[in-house]
């Protein structure tokens, strides 16, 4: 079993709509979320980062952690077809450590 | 461009041949590391620099694999006697001292394919 899940989609939604992405941990050890945008060919983009339990809003990104049931999400409100893309969470144990990902999600945003 | 570069962009080489990739981090960021990405799959970790000392090595590193960040600034990836299941793409991130936030900075990888 991996350390970090995420269902690989593709997940797609009409354009304006909110996309609801997740992530399940199992390591409790795990402290520092990320949520990383990567299109086709290219490396990831940091969108979002969190410490702890709670949430943190980005314009269009909200991050939520939620440590006690090792479940981390991304929402996007307003979804543009340039949204479209894979995401992928990643955690890690302390800062400047190695980076946990999930197997990310492609999301396809339709005009 | 101040960003995490990478050389060369694409690589396609013959099974059994060594291959070489290099990564510029950001100027003065101290941390650099090294992923490995699958088709369809998210990163994972190969090995890590703090200035020129290899601080982690994954087990996915096998004896064919090797990195270098002789003077703590480039780093490079060497791959001997390359394998059909050594196709991937190779990610490399740095990260600055002391940031308050532990972002890492992705470079647009190196796709290599071994025939």
């Known amino acids: 079993q991996k350390e970090v899940e995420q269902d690989p989609g593709p997940l797609s939604v009409p354009e304006g709509a909110i996309v609801s992405l997740n992530c399940t941990y199992s390591?409790?050890?795990?402290?520092?979320f990320m949520w990383y945008r990567q299109y086709s060919r290219k490396g990831p983009e940091l969108l979002m980062y969190t410490y702890s339990s709670g949430n943190k809003e980005d314009g269009r990104f909200t991050a939520q952690v939620d440590k006690s049931s090792k479940y981390i999400s991304l929402f996007i409100r307003d979804s543009q077809p340039s949204d479209s893309a894979t995401y992928l969470c990643a955690m890690n144990r302390a800062a400047g450590n190695k980076l946990t990902f999930g197997g990310g999600t492609r999301v396809l945003v339709k005009p | 461009d101040t960003g995490v570069s990478q050389d060369p962009r694409h690589k396609i080489t013959k099974r059994g041949q060594n291959v070489t990739f290099r990564c510029d981090p950001i100027s003065e960021h101290n941390r650099l590391y090294w992923y490995r990405q699958t088709l369809g799959q998210g990163p994972e970790f190969l090995t890590y620099f703090q200035n020129e000392a290899q601080l982690e090595k994954s087990r996915l590193l096998s004896d064919r694999f090797s990195a270098e960040r002789p003077k703590g600034s480039f780093s490079t990836l060497e791959i001997q006697r390359t394998e059909q299941g050594d196709s991937a793409m190779y990610l490399c991130?740095?990260?600055?001292?002391?940031?308050?936030?532990?972002?890492?900075?992705f470079g647009p990888g190196t796709r290599l394919t071994v025939l």
């Open positions: 390591n409790s050890a795990f402290q520092y």
């Open positions: 991130a740095s990260r600055g001292q002391g940031v308050s936030t532990d972002t890492q900075y």
